[in-house]
């Protein structure tokens, strides 16, 4: 069980190395999106946890 | 010359045209060659009864062969088989969990249902991006950001082991791999010059598997047993 909690910290620890140039990147260059935008994709996100969390009350 | 812009303008539209599909269709056929022989190994891996070992050695395996092999073989015909190599033992590595879930009362439910509800969250999204043609790049550092939050918990939890953060996590990494197949979806109906259809199946195939992976947690928890 220690090896699993070691393995899965060093796997996680190497996922943040490899993402992170992405996200420096991403927020330097990234495009930036209008209010409207945002309301949009936000409301699909919450449409997902809406439905999610109708999965789990059907369990 | 200026009667002739027009027609321009519309042979560089029809042949972006052309290749957004080309990119679309070779995507999804891929990824739907890879989800069968993802769930074929899923299958072969549950039958064994793999020690739960397996998941972080297959997990990590297909990791680095997405860092440091699949950059170098995506644009050949190589990278094809790459893509099965990485699908395949993501599969076969999600046999001990699988196993872990069907030996509840109502594992089968669960597993049925998260496998469902992946379904239908992957289709919905993916349609709707595919059917508005919205850009969602814009969403990219926000996803990204949201993304390294979820592993520094992930990492603190696997000491700490609150399983309200765990489950906080799981609901956390739903969101931010939907917003993942917005963003992904998008990028290869307004970037089809940039985006590889190698590198596309693999970024959906993962934004999917993350999604079941977490609300198999989640169902799990919320279920009786």
Redesign the interface.
């Given at each position: 069980m220690d090896?699993?909690?070691i393995?899965?910290?060093v796997?996680?620890?190497?996922?943040?190395f490899?993402?992170?140039p992405?996200?420096k990147h991403?927020?330097k260059h990234?495009?930036?999106?209008s209010q409207k935008?945002?309301i949009?994709?936000l409301a699909?996100?919450g449409?997902?946890?809406v439905?999610?969390w109708l999965?789990?009350?059907?369990? | 010359m200026r009667q002739n812009a027009p027609v321009i303008e519309r042979t560089r539209t029809s042949g972006q045209s052309i290749e957004i599909n080309k990119v679309l269709k070779n995507t999804y056929l891929l990824l739907s060659a890879t989800f069968l022989f993802s769930a074929a190994m899923a299958t072969v891996s549950t039958y064994l009864y793999m020690p739960?070992?397996t998941y972080?050695?297959c997990?990590?395996l297909s990791?680095a062969i997405i860092?440091f092999v699949l950059p170098r073989t995506a644009n050949s015909g190589s990278g094809v088989l790459v893509v099965f190599a990485i699908t395949g033992l993501m599969g076969f590595g999600i046999g001990p969990l699988l196993n872990q879930y069907l030996a509840m009362s109502?594992g089968s439910?669960?597993v049925g249902?998260a496998l469902g509800?992946t379904g239908?969250?992957f289709f919905?999204?993916s349609g709707?991006a595919l059917m508005t043609k919205?850009?969602?790049?814009?969403?990219?550092?926000f996803l990204?950001?949201g993304?390294?939050i979820a592993?520094?918990a992930?990492?603190a939890n696997?000491?700490l082991h609150i399983s309200g953060l765990s489950l906080a996590i799981s609901?956390v990494v739903?969101?931010i791999m939907?917003?993942f197949i917005?963003y992904d979806t998008s990028q290869m109906i307004h970037k089809p010059e940039s985006a590889n259809y190698i590198l596309m199946t693999v970024s959906l195939f993962l934004n999917i598997f993350n999604i079941f992976i977490s609300?198999l947690h989640?169902?799990g928890?919320?279920?009786?047993d």
């Open positions: 090896w699993m909690k393995g899965s910290a796997l996680l620890i190497m996922m943040l490899m993402v992170y992405r996200v991403e927020l990234g495009k930036k999106g935008e945002w949009g994709g699909l996100l449409g997902v946890a439905f999610v999965l789990a009350k059907s369990m | 739960p070992m972080l050695i997990i990590g990791f860092w109502n439910q669960i249902t509800g239908v969250i919905a999204l709707y919205k850009d969602f790049s814009f969403m990219g550092g990204l950001v993304l390294m592993i520094v992930s990492l696997i000491f609901s739903i969101m939907s917003g917005l609300l989640i169902l928890f919320s279920s009786d």
